[in-house]
T-cell receptor
Framework: EAQVTQNPRYLITVTGKKLTVTCSQNMNHEYMSWYRQDPGLGLRQIYYSMNVEVTDKGDVPEGYKVSRKEKRNFPLILESPSPNQTSLYFC????????????FGPGTRLTVL | AQTVTQSQPEMSVQEAETVTLSCTYD???????LFWYKQPPSRQMILVIRQEAYKQQNATENRFSVNFQKAAKSFSLKISDSQLGDTAMYFCAFMNPRAQKLVFGQGTRLTINP
């Protein structure tokens, strides 16, 4: 089944404790992206990647890191999480080109205490 | 920078009615793509419909259609014969193909009442 998977689905952590949210897709998509969803703000792009070893900042990259060492994986790293990073996070992937549908993962609910 | 605005935070209609969700955007680009995504209570993001800016014909997908007004920078979504399963948050989104960044609006929470 074609899908984007994220782990964990739920995470409660404390300020400053490094964490990684994994994202994997099995559709051989070139493009992958991370978004955060907050009430009243919609989804905002954190980082995106056009292909292996090619990443770029989205609109809200502060406090996050990403890497794209393999085509299928695009982990999101929070090296020192803070309470303002409490949010719902989505990973998405698509074929290259802006018109292609982005397929979203199920979301990761992160709470930073 | 591109911005997308959805001015209706919440809407509610009766089953079988027609409802229109509004979306406006701001860009200086001439070529771009527009999308409507649906997010039901399961939180899963689902593509509803998409439109290429250089195509004048409005996109349709079964009960879903758009009214794309390029000069006015407006991209509304019309849902005909609404069903209970249409209850969801709906997001309008803009993609600049040169920047490869998808920009979302704030969302409209739509409730279909029986």
């Amino acid at each position: 089944e074609a899908q984007v998977t994220q782990n964990p689905r739920y995470l409660i952590t404390v300020t400053g404790k490094k964490l990684t949210v994994t994202c994997s897709q099995n559709m051989n998509h070139e493009y992958m992206s991370w978004y955060r969803q907050d009430p009243g703000l919609g989804l905002r792009q954190i980082y995106y990647s056009m292909n292996v070893e090619v990443t770029d900042k989205g609109d809200v990259p502060e406090g996050y890191k990403v890497s794209r060492k393999e085509k299928r994986n695009f982990p999101l790293i929070l090296e020192s999480p803070s309470p303002n990073q409490t949010s719902l996070y989505f990973c998405a992937s698509s074929l290259a080109g802006g018109y292609n549908e982005q397929f979203f993962g199920p979301g990761t609910r992160l709470t930073v205490l | 920078a591109q911005t997308v605005t959805q001015s209706q935070p919440e809407m509610s209609v009766q089953e079988a009615e027609t409802v229109t969700l509004s979306c406006t955007y701001d860009t200086s680009e001439s070529n771009y793509y527009l999308f409507w995504y649906k997010q039901p209570p399961s939180r899963q993001m689902i593509l509803v419909i998409r439109q290429e800016a250089y195509k004048q014909q409005n996109a349709t997908e079964n009960r879903f259609s758009v009214n794309f007004q390029k000069a006015a920078k407006s991209f509304s979504l019309k849902i005909s014969d609404s069903q209970l399963g249409d209850t969801a948050m709906y997001f309008c989104a803009f993609m600049n193909p040169r920047a490869q960044k998808l920009v979302f609006g704030q969302g409209t929470r739509l409730t279909i009442n029986p």
